[in-house]
């Protein structure tokens, strides 16, 4: 398991720092993504989600700090433990709950389900199933608004999200290669929660401090400490600033901890026991309320307000995806193809061979 | 950890994925040149467990936990095989496996041909395929045409645990790639496997029930599937005989053909998109050479060609006893 990298000490200033209503926010959201990965899993294991179903478990101060430093102009692209993103990108939770149950309602209908989040209002170009699948994709976009917009302050860019199993594929260096080379506005962040499945860093990379593959590229690699949403989102500002204004690509490695198995089946037998309790003893949804009820900004009572506000949240969302409507076979067709081609088939197999006969 | 299965008893019941373990393991003891690489395939047994405990029986240097690279795990078997290892290689799921596909086609396929015969390919992949699992795309494909479409690659899935065990040994002895599809929906259901023999040799098809009225052809999870449709056509009096295909690549069509014979009407089955699908190529092939003996035209049933759909309407999408049996009412109706 890879060292944490301990940015800086873990403290909330309201004073000098965020204001308090910011941080509370904040808190909000992890709450939020906290109660809607909690219950995925038990839907998953109620049978009510199909395919698999990745969970940022862990991984909510990352999810937070990255979603607080994007903005609305910039496109985000990530791999299939994408849940929280969608969330904090905007997709109300009744859409993305209703996807991860396939139903019509859901953000694509149910076509892409748990690991294709995809909502092109909200820039949020995907959820990839397929390890490094939307690298290259981020990457062409990335190109795409340099053609498109000059550089400035407010000037949009990409961030792309991948996990540290995902820097040994060669998508990855094909396009940090790329992004290097033609100078794009594009930030690939390494959320690194220390295993890829059941391989750890150290066993799956011959550079296990992925932020150095950087060199490579000539770009800067940096490292942050994703169990601390502030610091998170400060590396991921300043990286995509350098982005939007110097067209510099940004490696930026987020360092944090896989709470549960890889997905929801997974019951991470590989994982010793001290990892477990490292993992839990990190835990940023339980130590980034203490943190704020210990400096003032929030009480127990306000804590407690807004974890039952997040879970009432989700408990809506679960109901509206339980009406919703199953997808119609007769629709697969639907998106097949852009425009109707000549002859494509469009109708269930069988029935034209039975009108020949 | 459960122990190794016990191969010296005559037969055993087991589910696919000990057959298959079964199998690996008896031909990693028969050639120290048999190792085994993929990701999460050691300590983690890979994901269905089909190399559970074979770490541990033969070491890290015959068991290789490998980055998450198919293109790398691929192309570095081939270069194995050129220094006569025999490598197989594990894909997670059929999905999985593009990213090595430039590897697999360029390079694996026509390596044998382009040095003019001056080295073997000895290496297997093995690709867990199919769908009625619930998991949506890329974990339920049935990419098998992509491969056999593929001049100087064997293909072979087994239908149920007594083939997997001996086809996966014969296919680690082939001096050709073999590309190995396991139906995973067929992993867990358990089934006889006897150890003296396999009966049937790797690339033979076979018939599994005899009948009399229509041929029914497919492969992998299929030939379930055609057996619960022979047993209700058989409650309406209908007598199907199924085909088990086995080998996808090259086709062994005289069971095929000497079915035709008896019935004069054939219905192909597959997971896959209908359109240039292995069910195409049998159809073809039939019509060229049984035209005189077929008293219908030759229907395929297969997966619709869309991408593989949400699991609620999956059961839509894949081949089910019923559409067999509206493909059969109408062959016989001809
Ligand atoms: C091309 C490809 N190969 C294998 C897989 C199976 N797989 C899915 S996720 C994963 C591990 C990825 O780990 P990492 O990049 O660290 O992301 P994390 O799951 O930790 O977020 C693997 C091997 C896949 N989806 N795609
Ligand atoms: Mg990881």
Redo the contacts with the bound molecule.
């Keep these: 398991m890879a060292t944490k990298a301990r940015t800086r000490a873990k403290q909330v200033d309201a004073q000098g720092g965020d204001p308090a209503g910011t941080l509370r926010d904040y808190y909000e959201q992890m709450s939020l993504v906290r109660a809607f990965e909690l219950r995925s899993g038990e839907m998953y294991a109620r049978a009510k989600i199909g395919g698999y179903c990745?969970l940022n478990l862990g991984e909510e101060a990352t999810v937070v700090g990255l979603m607080a430093a994007i903005e609305a102009r910039d496109y985000l692209f990530t791999?299939?433990?994408d849940h929280g993103y969608a969330l904090l990108r905007g997709l109300s939770p009744e859409r993305v709950m209703a996807e991860l149950f396939g139903k019509t309602t859901g953000v694509s209908g149910g076509r892409g389900g748990s690991m294709h989040l995809f909502d092109a209002e909200t820039r949020l170009f995907g959820g990839y199933?397929?390890?490094?699948?939307q690298i290259p994709p981020a990457t062409g976009a990335a190109l795409a608004l340099k053609y498109q917009e000059s550089a400035g302050p407010d000037a949009a860019a990409v961030m792309c999200l991948?996990?540290?199993?995902?820097?040994n594929?060669g998508a990855f260096h094909e396009s940090l290669n790329l992004a290097g080379l033609w100078k794009l506005p594009i930030v690939y962040v390494i959320?690194?929660?220390?295993?890829?499945?059941g391989?750890t860093?150290e066993k799956a990379s011959a550079e296990p401090e992925l932020y150095k593959r950087a060199a490579s590229y000539r770009m800067p690699g940096l490292r942050v400490d994703g169990d601390d949403v502030l610091a998170v989102r400060d590396a991921a500002r300043d990286a995509l600033q350098q982005a939007r204004e110097s067209r510099q690509p940004v490696l930026l490695e987020v360092m944090c901890y896989?709470l549960r198995g890889?997905?929801v089946v997974d019951p991470a037998r590989y994982r010793s026991p001290e990892d477990t309790t490292i993992a839990q003893q990190s835990d940023p949804v339980p130590s980034f309320r203490a943190e704020l009820i210990a400096s003032g900004v929030l009480s127990e009572a306000d804590a407690t307000a807004i974890d039952e506000a997040a879970d009432a949240r989700v408990t809506e969302a679960v109901t509206f995806a339980e009406e919703s409507p199953e997808p119609d076979p007769d629709d697969l067709f639907a998106y097949v193809y852009a425009t109707a081609v000549a002859n494509a088939p469009s109708a269930l197999p069988g029935e034209p061979v039975m009108d020949a006969l | 950890m459960t122990a190794a299965t016990d191969t010296s008893v005559a037969s055993a019941s087991l589910p696919m994925t000990k057959a298959l373990n079964a199998g690996l393991r008896r031909a990693m003891l028969d050639d120290p040149s048999v190792l085994l690489m993929g990701?999460?395939i050691g300590s983690l047994g890979g994901?269905f467990r089909v190399t559970e405990g074979l770490i541990a029986e033969f070491g890290d240097k015959r068991v290789l936990d490998t980055p998450?690279a198919?293109s790398g795990i691929i192309g570095t078997a081939i270069g194995l095989a050129m220094r006569g290892f025999r490598p197989v290689c594990e894909?997670?799921?059929d999905?999985?496996v593009?990213?090595g596909f430039d590897q697999i086609t360029s390079q694996l396929a026509r390596m044998r041909n382009r040095h003019e015969g001056g080295l073997i390919m000895p290496v297997v992949i093995r690709i867990p395929y199919g769908g009625h699992i619930g998991s949506i795309e890329?974990h339920q494909e049935s990419p098998e045409a992509y491969f056999a479409h593929t001049p100087g690659l064997r293909v072979v899935s087994p239908s149920n645990p007594h083939d997997a065990y001996w086809m996966m040994q014969e296919a680690i002895t082939s001096n050709d790639p073999v590309i190995f599809f396991e139906p995973k929906s067929r992993y867990w259901p358990k089934g006889e496997v006897r150890f003296d023999e396999s009966g049937t040799p790797l690339h033979a098809s076979r018939v599994v029930r005899a009948g009399t009225d229509v041929t029914v052809v497919g492969h992998g999870a299929m030939v379930s599937v055609l057996s619960q449709a022979a047993d209700l056509a058989q409650a309406e009096g209908i007598s199907l005989e199924v085909i088990d295909l086995r080998s996808i690549s090259p086709i062994d069509y005289a069971p095929i053909l000497g079915s035709v014979q008896k019935t004069g009407r054939l219905v192909v089955t597959q997971e896959a998109p209908g359109f240039v699908s292995v069910g195409s190529e049998i159809a073809a092939t039939v019509a060229e050479r049984a035209f005189y003996t077929l008293e219908a035209p030759v229907l395929r049933v297969s997966g619709f060609d869309t991408p593989f759909p949400p699991a609620a309407v999956e059961t839509h999408f894949l081949p089910s006893p019923d559409r067999v049996l509206e493909a059969v009412d109408r062959v016989l109706a001809y």
């Design positions: 990745h791999g299939y433990r199933g397929i390890v490094g699948g991948l996990g540290d199993g995902t820097t594929i959320v690194n929660n220390g295993l890829g499945m391989t860093v896989r890889h997905s | 990701e999460d994901v998450l198919e894909i997670q799921f999905g999985f593009f990213p890329h």
